[in-house]
């Protein structure tokens, strides 16, 4: 089983449109949860971190559910600059007093007019 | 943005001939990354680093060394670049290893 797992879409979706990705981890173990944004040709951007309790930052929600070892996001009023993959990431200790990130496949989002 | 610069931007080297890539931070962040990523496998970790001449592996280390004598610098090293190895390199920062990175904006390697 793959440690992060995603649909790799696309989801093609219209402007305004809210739009839900889904990501499950395999390590119990795992501490800290981000959404990754990565445009075409670019790096990955820290989109925001996932807590516990949910957090929201605009039109984004970003929600973790531990015992099921599942994080989601949400993106209401899509616009057409959300256009990118969105990358699942998970942190687990790796030995040494050192964390690793992991990163899921990432699922692609295109925004049409 | 955090302070942080990967050179060459654009690489194109024969198979066989070994390839440096650096990293550059002005952050004093601990931690430096380097992930490479292909289509159809995201980003994976080649090696990573959590202070001056500290390095370990990271789960596709085959063919590449490290080398990390200055905060500021995190160097990959392919000893024989093979085809396989053509990819994009990212390098990465981070304050702490349990905080998100940041990430340098690629190094597009093609081996002929």
């Known amino acids: 089983r793959k440690e992060v797992e995603q649909d790799p879409g696309p989801f093609n979706v219209p402007e305004g449109a809210t739009v839900a990705f889904n990501c499950t981890y395999s390590n119990s173990a795992s501490q800290s949860f981000f959404w990754y944004r990565q445009d075409c040709r670019k790096e990955p951007k820290l989109l925001m971190s996932v807590y516990s309790s949910g957090n929201e930052d605009g039109r984004f929600t970003a929600q973790l559910n531990r015992a099921s070892q599942y994080i989601s996001l949400l993106i209401r009023d899509s616009k057409l600059s959300d256009s990118a993959t969105y990358l699942c990431?998970?942190?687990?200790?790796?030995?040494?007093?050192?964390?690793?990130?992991?990163f899921g496949k990432g699922t692609k989002l295109s925004v049409i007019p | 943005d955090a302070g942080i610069t990967q050179s060459p931007r654009h690489k194109v080297t024969e198979t066989g001939t070994p390839v440096t890539l650096r990293c550059h931070q002005t952050?004093?962040?601990?931690?430096m990354y380097w992930y490479r990523q292909d289509p159809g496998h995201g980003l994976r970790l080649i090696h990573y680093s959590y202070g001056v001449k500290d390095t370990d592996k990271g789960e596709v280390s085959d063919g590449y060394s490290v080398s990390r004598s200055k905060t500021e610098d995190f160097l990959l090293t392919l000893e024989s670049a093979t085809s396989s190895q053509t990819s994009v390199y990212f390098c990465?920062?981070?304050?702490?290893?349990?905080?998100?990175?940041?990430f340098g904006s690629g190094t597009r390697l093609t081996v002929v």
């Open positions: 990431v998970v942190t687990a200790y790796s030995g040494a007093g050192s964390y690793q990130l992991t």
């Open positions: 990465a920062i981070s304050e702490s290893s349990v905080y998100g990175y940041t």
């Open positions: 952050e004093n962040h601990r931690y």
